[in-house]
Protein backbone atom coordinates (compact mmCIF):
# COMPACT_ATOMS: atom_id res chain seq x y z
CA UNK A 1 0.00 0.00 0.00
CA UNK A 2 2.93 2.27 0.86
CA UNK A 3 4.22 1.81 -2.07
CA UNK A 4 0.96 2.01 -4.57
CA UNK A 5 1.03 6.30 -2.75
CA UNK A 6 1.76 8.99 -4.94
CA UNK A 7 2.64 11.20 -1.92
CA UNK A 8 5.55 8.77 -1.34
CA UNK A 9 9.05 8.04 -2.20
CA UNK A 10 11.80 6.00 -0.54
CA UNK A 11 15.89 5.64 -0.11
CA UNK A 12 17.72 3.17 0.16
CA UNK A 13 21.25 3.14 0.87
CA UNK A 14 23.70 0.09 1.53
CA UNK A 15 22.08 -2.24 3.22
CA UNK A 16 18.94 -0.50 2.58
CA UNK A 17 19.31 -0.87 -0.83
CA UNK A 18 19.96 -4.80 -0.53
CA UNK A 19 16.66 -4.86 1.28
CA UNK A 20 14.81 -2.52 -1.18
CA UNK A 21 16.15 -5.08 -3.97
CA UNK A 22 14.87 -7.87 -2.08
CA UNK A 23 11.68 -6.51 -1.82
CA UNK A 24 11.34 -5.60 -5.48
CA UNK A 25 8.12 -7.74 -5.49
CA UNK A 26 6.39 -4.92 -3.34
CA UNK A 27 7.65 -2.14 -5.38
CA UNK A 28 5.61 -0.85 -8.99
CA UNK A 29 8.12 -0.28 -11.79
CA UNK A 30 10.92 -2.71 -9.98
CA UNK A 31 10.29 -5.65 -11.91
CA UNK A 32 13.92 -5.30 -13.75
CA UNK A 33 16.14 -4.56 -10.39
CA UNK A 34 19.24 -6.82 -9.63
CA UNK A 35 19.65 -8.18 -5.92
CA UNK A 36 23.22 -6.80 -4.63
CA UNK A 37 25.66 -9.77 -4.25
CA UNK A 38 29.74 -10.17 -3.07
CA UNK A 39 32.05 -7.55 -4.71
CA UNK A 40 33.78 -9.42 -7.30
CA UNK A 41 37.32 -8.29 -5.45
CA UNK A 42 35.58 -10.60 -2.52
CA UNK A 43 36.69 -8.05 0.07
CA UNK A 44 35.03 -4.90 2.03
CA UNK A 45 36.04 -1.49 -0.23
CA UNK A 46 36.22 1.61 2.19
CA UNK A 47 36.78 4.99 0.17
CA UNK A 48 35.61 7.23 -2.40
CA UNK A 49 34.70 6.64 -6.13
CA UNK A 50 33.01 8.80 -8.80
CA UNK A 51 29.81 8.31 -9.90
CA UNK A 52 27.88 10.01 -13.38
CA UNK A 53 24.28 11.13 -12.61
CA UNK A 54 22.48 9.56 -15.51
CA UNK A 55 19.14 10.82 -16.93
CA UNK A 56 16.03 8.75 -15.32
CA UNK A 57 12.75 9.95 -13.38
CA UNK A 58 14.38 9.45 -9.67
CA UNK A 59 13.00 12.29 -8.13
CA UNK A 60 15.40 13.24 -5.61
CA UNK A 61 18.03 13.31 -8.88
CA UNK A 62 15.74 15.93 -10.62
CA UNK A 63 18.12 18.30 -12.30
CA UNK A 64 21.27 16.57 -11.77
CA UNK A 65 21.68 14.40 -14.81
CA UNK A 66 25.12 15.02 -15.97
CA UNK A 67 27.03 15.32 -12.68
CA UNK A 68 30.18 13.79 -11.85
CA UNK A 69 30.21 13.74 -8.42
CA UNK A 70 32.57 11.74 -5.55
CA UNK A 71 30.95 9.65 -3.19
CA UNK A 72 31.85 7.21 -0.38
CA UNK A 73 31.63 3.84 -0.59
CA UNK A 74 31.72 1.36 1.96
CA UNK A 75 30.62 -1.86 1.45
CA UNK A 76 31.27 -5.79 1.04
CA UNK A 77 28.09 -7.12 -0.57
CA UNK A 78 27.68 -3.79 -3.67
CA UNK A 79 27.60 -5.69 -7.10
CA UNK A 80 24.54 -5.89 -8.81
CA UNK A 81 23.71 -9.41 -10.02
CA UNK A 82 20.65 -9.42 -12.23
CA UNK A 83 18.21 -12.57 -12.78
CA UNK A 84 18.81 -12.27 -16.69
CA UNK A 85 22.21 -11.16 -18.31
CA UNK A 86 20.98 -9.10 -20.63
CA UNK A 87 18.84 -6.95 -17.28
CA UNK A 88 21.61 -4.34 -16.70
CA UNK A 89 20.85 -3.19 -20.56
CA UNK A 90 16.91 -3.65 -19.62
CA UNK A 91 17.53 -1.17 -16.81
CA UNK A 92 20.12 1.10 -19.12
CA UNK A 93 17.56 1.13 -21.63
CA UNK A 94 14.16 1.74 -19.76
CA UNK A 95 16.51 5.00 -18.06
CA UNK A 96 16.13 2.97 -14.57
CA UNK A 97 20.17 2.92 -13.50
CA UNK A 98 20.23 6.63 -11.60
CA UNK A 99 23.84 6.71 -11.57
CA UNK A 100 26.86 4.46 -12.66
CA UNK A 101 30.96 4.64 -11.56
CA UNK A 102 32.80 5.94 -13.84
CA UNK A 103 36.76 6.62 -14.23
CA UNK A 104 38.91 9.62 -14.16
CA UNK A 105 37.94 10.51 -17.82
CA UNK A 106 34.05 9.97 -17.57
CA UNK A 107 33.79 6.80 -18.61
CA UNK A 108 31.08 4.09 -17.39
CA UNK A 109 33.80 2.15 -15.11
CA UNK A 110 33.84 -1.51 -15.77
CA UNK A 111 36.72 -2.55 -14.36
CA UNK A 112 38.62 -2.35 -10.86
CA UNK A 113 39.05 0.03 -9.11
CA UNK A 114 36.98 2.57 -10.28
CA UNK A 115 34.24 -0.15 -10.30
CA UNK A 116 35.00 -1.21 -6.66
CA UNK A 117 32.32 -4.22 -6.74
CA UNK A 118 32.02 -5.19 -10.49
CA UNK A 119 28.35 -4.26 -11.16
CA UNK A 120 28.09 -4.99 -14.91
CA UNK A 121 27.99 -1.26 -16.60
CA UNK A 122 29.29 0.44 -13.67
CA UNK A 123 25.77 0.57 -12.16
CA UNK A 124 25.60 2.06 -8.66
CA UNK A 125 21.98 2.88 -8.02
CA UNK A 126 18.54 2.06 -10.13
CA UNK A 127 15.01 3.65 -9.24
CA UNK A 128 11.59 2.40 -10.19
CA UNK A 129 9.92 3.61 -13.19
CA UNK A 130 8.30 6.56 -11.74
CA UNK A 131 11.18 7.63 -10.03
CA UNK A 132 9.32 7.67 -6.58
CA UNK A 133 12.02 4.70 -4.89
CA UNK A 134 15.83 5.44 -5.03
CA UNK A 135 18.36 2.66 -4.48
CA UNK A 136 21.72 3.22 -4.22
CA UNK A 137 24.72 1.20 -2.87
CA UNK A 138 27.11 4.06 -2.62
CA UNK A 139 26.83 6.45 0.10
CA UNK A 140 25.55 10.13 -0.71
CA UNK A 141 24.44 10.94 2.79
CA UNK A 142 28.50 10.72 3.66
CA UNK A 143 29.62 13.55 1.67
CA UNK A 144 26.88 16.36 1.02
CA UNK A 145 28.75 18.95 2.89
CA UNK A 146 31.93 19.68 1.04
CA UNK A 147 34.19 19.32 4.10
CA UNK A 148 33.73 15.82 3.72
CA UNK A 149 35.34 15.14 0.48
CA UNK A 150 39.16 14.49 0.09
CA UNK A 151 39.13 17.37 -2.36
CA UNK A 152 37.06 20.02 -3.75
CA UNK A 153 37.35 23.52 -5.77
CA UNK A 154 38.55 26.62 -3.76
CA UNK A 155 36.02 28.38 -3.34
CA UNK A 156 33.52 25.70 -3.43
CA UNK A 157 31.45 26.67 -0.09
CA UNK A 158 29.87 24.64 2.60
CA UNK A 159 27.71 22.06 0.52
CA UNK A 160 28.95 19.23 -1.92
CA UNK A 161 26.69 18.18 -4.75
CA UNK A 162 24.83 15.55 -2.87
CA UNK A 163 23.31 18.36 -1.06
CA UNK A 164 20.65 18.87 -4.13
CA UNK A 165 19.33 15.14 -3.35
CA UNK A 166 18.21 16.39 -0.01
CA UNK A 167 17.37 19.44 -1.13
CA UNK A 168 15.23 17.89 -4.07
CA UNK A 169 13.68 15.91 -0.89
CA UNK A 170 12.20 19.02 1.09
CA UNK A 171 11.25 20.62 -2.63
CA UNK A 172 8.97 16.98 -2.86
CA UNK A 173 7.02 17.05 0.18
CA UNK A 174 6.67 20.64 -0.44
Known amino acids: TFFARSDT??????????????LKSLVPGAEHWPRFV?????????????VEILNSPAILLSDMAGSVLPIAVAHGEGRAEFADPAGADTLLQAGQVAFRYVDGQGRAATTYPANPNGSPRGIAAVTNRDG????????????FRAVQNSWRPEGAGEDSGWMRMFRNARVWVG
Open 132 to 143: RVLLTMPHPERS
Open 38 to 50: RNRGEQFEGRFSL
Open 9 to 22: FTLGVCNGCQMMAA
